[in-house]
């Protein structure tokens, strides 16, 4: 089955620690996304990439870093300097750069810091 | 500026109700809009893109109004499953990712 794979689903850290969420799709797309998404709020961009090894960042990159080594794999890490990382992460992916096509989601990675 | 704005709702109906959506936005040099859902903690899906003359696929319909600068979703017939959040989707010229409005949440009763 094609699709956008993000693990785990549940995640719990404590305050201070890195923790990286992973993210890997066998669609063959070029580009991946990392949104985050707060209870009532929309889907806010962290990073995104538009081909193997570059990457670019959205609108909240600030405590988060991210790779692109391989063109499946778009791993996120929210890093302690992230000042308030409880939030449903979202992963997505599509055929090629540019932001006009159609975005596919994976199921998401619930982050709750203890 | 590159907002999406949408009424965040609720919108209680009952079932076999028609409901309608609206969504602005606020950059006319916008190129690509879509709609998707959101059903309670799950990912967002696309529901439909939505075309200049318009479209429609069973009981969704999808309008652009350019000129306005908005979109609307209708939904006929609306059924227990249609309830979700409903996300309008911008793609805006130049950006090379798309910005997506807060959602409307539809909650369809018996």
């Known amino acids: 089955d094609g699709g956008i794979t993000q693990s785990p689903k549940y995640l719990f850290r404590k305050e201070g620690q890195n923790v990286t969420l992973s993210c890997e799709q066998n669609l063959n797309h070029d580009a991946m996304y990392w949104y985050r998404q707060d209870p009532g709020q929309g889907l806010r961009l962290i990073y995104y990439s538009q081909i193997v090894n570059d990457f670019q960042k959205g609108d909240i990159a600030e405590g988060y870093s991210v790779s692109r080594e391989k063109k499946e794999s778009f791993p996120l890490t929210v890093t302690s300097a992230q000042k308030n990382p409880t939030a449903f992460y979202l992963c997505a992916s599509t055929p090629r750069s540019g932001g006009y096509n159609e975005q596919f989601f994976g199921p998401g990675t619930r982050l709750t810091v203890l | 500026r590159k907002e999406v704005e949408q009424d965040p709702g609720p919108f209680n109906v009952p079932e076999g109700a028609t409901v309608a959506f609206n969504c602005t936005y606020s950059?006319?040099?916008?190129?690509?809009f879509f709609w998707y859902r959101q059903d309670c903690r799950k990912e967002p899906k696309l529901l439909m893109s939505?075309?200049?003359s318009g479209n429609e696929d069973g009981r969704f319909t999808a309008q652009l109004n350019r000129a306005s600068q908005y979109i609307s979703l209708l939904i006929r017939d609306s059924k227990l499953s249609d309830s979700a959040t409903y996300l309008c989707v911008v793609n805006i010229e130049g950006y090379s990712t798309l910005t997506f409005g807060k959602g409307t949440m539809l909650l369809v009763s018996p």
């Open positions: 950059n006319s040099a916008s190129q690509s």
């Open positions: 939505v075309y200049s």
